[in-house]
Nanobody, 116 residues
Framework: QVQLVESGGGLVQPGESLRLSCAASGSISGYAMGWYRQAPGKQREWVAS???????SSANSVKGRFTISRDNAKNTVYLQMDSLKPEDPAVYSCSAGPLPTLPRFWGQGTQVTVSS
């Protein structure tokens, strides 16, 4: 089992950037990692994922703006979010699992707010 702790959320203006981090309590080298988000009143939405061999997938809504990456040596996964839009605010959570489509462990999430 692995525990995940997200950080890096905050309040930014449209067009600005944030980098989210997800630190794991143990090794992530054997896990596919992902980022999801949930806005108030909406279902949780997949944002991006990265496989154990660093193949990346991302949702169309964030493609070209958000980049997922992993550092196995630090047991950390990142989400670089550029050109943030008013529709991006949500609680962003990271996940770990055997496959990108099978998240098994979840973090508590970090709030991202975009407002002018």
């Amino acid at each position: 089992q692995v525990q995940l702790v997200e950080s890096g959320g905050g309040l930014v203006q449209p067009g600005e950037s944030l980098r989210l981090s997800c630190a794991a309590s143990g090794s992530i080298s054997g896990y596919a990692m992902g980022w999801y988000r949930q806005a108030p009143g909406k279902q949780r939405e997949w944002v991006a994922s990265i496989t154990v061999d660093s193949r990346i997938s991302s949702a169309n809504s964030v493609k070209g703006r958000f980049t997922i990456s992993r550092d196995n040596a630090k047991n950390t996964v990142y989400l670089q979010m550029d050109s943030l839009k008013p529709e991006d605010p949500a609680v962003y959570s990271c996940s770990a699992g055997p496959l990108p489509t099978l998240p098994r462990f979840w973090g508590q999430g970090t709030q991202v707010t975009v407002s002018s």
